[in-house]
């Protein structure tokens, strides 16, 4: 495992403590590690954590107290120090040296008070009998359920099949590189840079000026499949290049990825040229008028977006009919999020009922859709640390600004709010606070404002994506 990592100028604790911020709990990340496993973690627990405070050389342990959770961080006060906050420090949970109550003695290591208050009492053990009689604590098993949770089944040199960045109507294949905290770090196999070109540092950094043909994905995203998932449902691959004959000793099972969901047969299904509300997946802030343009096989779609197509169909983007992100016509206005009209459509305000008609098309019925809502947690303001699908290599301080049932807004602390995206509260690409931390993965902290002199209206860089009309 990699050692933690904080950023240098960016701490989780004091940003939340300062500014009163709630985080969102680890349980509303059901993919993230841990989350099973934090119903027992809640504010006021108990825990067994390194004195920091102790002049001796050796490590020794004192017990703490959780005043706030934020995420897998917790703001910590040793066991003494009564009303004084002077001493509180935030703490990663999910690090070595946290354990449940009694681990010491388990363990035969000594508890030791902290040096600064050692007068205050001149009975410490009396005192620790006193105070953690009917407390709580961690689950006996913390530690071990970390390490499980932390082991990945995916491999470096793993292959797989990944939508292909640079068209995304269309997946590659590609070998993982690296896997952090359940992200896999993809290389494009048969990428023109060649297979030696310099890797990033397996943390989102990057070396060098050199574009390398890599891309970051959770394990979990439906974004990757197994190697012939493409030719399976009729999905565009990328030709591998070359004769060069392919080792598929190293294919990622099939059973490494999650099933899509079977949906229930019915008379009705999705048909090609059906009208629907979909996520723009090259700007995922927004909602747009799309089209099914292909029915392929296991209920997968080819969607498009109205008035952005490329001729030849490379910006379709393909999605399971059971997808949280596509929505049936008139979800928008009904929900009052505002829906992106198809340019190049100039009649306003966009009426759907007259753009059918139009366009002499249906609307994709709405019993196909999706419709679970799962009791994710999220609330309004939580704070997360959530990847920009843009860059995906980028985590970044995050805040949930809307909810829209199972669908989140999602702002970027410090960035301009076109850059927000539309995501699935059980979205893979959503972590806890610490995550980064916990993970040993960069994390990007909020934008500072830019300074007067290189940026004189203080507007910051446009973001990628399509380009506006
Ligand atoms: N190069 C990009 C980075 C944007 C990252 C935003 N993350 C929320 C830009 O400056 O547009």
Not at 9 to 32: E, M, T
Not at 365 to 391: C, I, R, T, W, Y
């Amino acid at each position: 495992r990699k050692a933690a990592k904080t950023v240098e100028g960016f701490d989780w604790g004091r940003y939340i403590w300062k500014n009163n911020f709630s985080a969102a709990p680890v349980s509303c990340f059901k993919h993230a590690p841990m989350a099973d496993h934090w119903a027992d973690v809640i504010d006021g627990i108990k825990i067994e954590v390194v004195n920091r405070d102790c002049p001796l050389p050796d490590k020794f342990f004192w017990i703490a107290w959780v005043v706030k959770l934020a995420g897998y961080k917790a703001l910590l006060r040793y066991e003494g120090y009564e009303g004084d906050s002077s001493k509180d420090y935030w703490c990663n949970l999910c690090t070595p040296d946290v354990h449940p109550i009694g681990w010491c003695a388990t363990s035969n290591k000594a508890l030791v008070p902290p040096q600064t208050i050692m007068h205050h009492c001149s009975n410490w053990k009396t005192f620790l009998i006193k105070k953690l009689t009917g407390s709580k604590t961690l689950p006996a098993d913390f530690q071990m359920k970390m390490q499980e949770s932390l082991t990945f089944p995916f491999k470096s040199g793993m292959r797989l099949e990944v939508v292909d960045k640079a068209q995304i109507s269309r997946v590659r294949v590609a070998m993982v590189d690296c896997v952090v905290g359940g992200r896999l770090h993809l290389r494009y196999e048969d990428s023109d840079v060649g297979p030696f070109a310099p890797l990033g540092l397996g943390d989102g950094t990057f070396g060098g000026e050199v574009e390398v043909e890599d891309f970051w994905c959770h394990m979990q995203s439906p974004l990757v499949h197994p190697v012939g998932w493409a030719q399976s449902v009729g999905h565009k691959i990328k030709p591998s290049g070359g004769a060069k004959k392919h080792n598929h000793d190293m294919d990622a099972g099939h059973y490494l990825f999650p099933m899509v969901k079977e949906i229930s047969k019915s008379d009705e299904q999705f048909k090609e040229g059906m009208k629907l509300e979909a996520i723009d997946p090259l700007n995922l802030s927004t909602i747009c008028v799309a089209t099914v343009r292909k029915v392929l096989k296991d209920n997968f779609l080819m969607i498009g977006i109205d008035g952005m197509e490329a001729a030849d169909g490379a910006d379709w983007f393909s999605y399971n009919a059971s997808s949280p992100s596509i929505f049936p016509v008139g979800y928008c206005e009904l929900n009052e999020i505002e829906l992106t009209p198809p340019r190049g459509y100039s009649k306003r305000p966009f009426n759907w009922f007259e753009y059918l008609r139009d366009t002499n098309s249906v609307a994709a019925p709405v019993g196909l859709f999706n419709k679970e809502l799962p009791k994710h947690g999220f609330l309004v303001a939580h704070k997360l640390e959530a990847v920009d699908l843009m860059e995906p290599r980028l985590v970044c301080v995050a805040t949930v600004v809307r909810i829209v049932h199972r669908l989140l807004r999602v702002h970027f602390d410090g960035w301009e709010d076109d850059y927000d995206q539309w995501v699935d509260c059980e979205s893979v690409d959503l972590f806890p606070v610490g995550w980064c931390e916990m993970a040993g993965f960069q994390l990007q902290p909020p934008t500072s404002p830019v300074p007067a002199i290189t940026n004189p209206i203080g507007v910051k860089q446009k973001k990628k994506g399509r380009s506006q009309a």
